[in-house]
Nanobody
Framework: DVQLQASGGGLVQAGGSLRLSCAAS????????MGWFRQAPGKGREWVST????????FYTDSVKGRFAISRDNAKNTLYLQMNSLKPEDTAVYYC??????????????WGQGTEVTVSS
């Protein structure tokens, strides 16, 4: 199977931490940049972070800079998102995705099923 499986979501209090994982199978994991996206209730999909193939370059949306850290372990075919100092506005379903080399339909061409993160006050 060619798939991404996101996991690690849950319910946490504001100020807490959570680490999301994204396990890839059926792909050559190390040759694509990977990203995290999120969709809050009633809102559109938002880009959160991207990491290059060898982890040399990372990018974050302004709202999570200094709090979230994206990483990857190519030997384990796994992408991570460490989330610290969580805020209620971080509540969303988080998706991992593979960045395409050539854009046919979308910049990201393979998506995980999502894992839900809820941050309470």
């Amino acid at each position: 199977d060619v798939q991404l499986q996101a996991s690690g979501g849950g319910l946490v209090q504001a100020g807490g931490s959570l680490r999301l994982s994204c396990a890839a199978s059926g792909v050559i994991f190390g040759i694509n940049s990977m990203g995290w996206f999120r969709q809050a209730p009633g809102k559109g999909r938002e880009w959160v972070s991207t990491i290059s193939t060898g982890s040399s370059n990372t990018f974050y949306t302004d709202s999570v800079k200094g709090r979230f850290a994206i990483s990857r372990d190519n030997a384990k075919n796994t992408l991570y998102l460490q989330m610290n100092s969580l805020k209620p506005e971080d509540t969303a379903v988080y998706y991992c995705a593979r960045r395409a080399h050539i854009i046919v339909s979308s910049e990201y061409d393979l998506w995980g099923q999502g894992t839900e993160v809820t941050v309470s006050s």
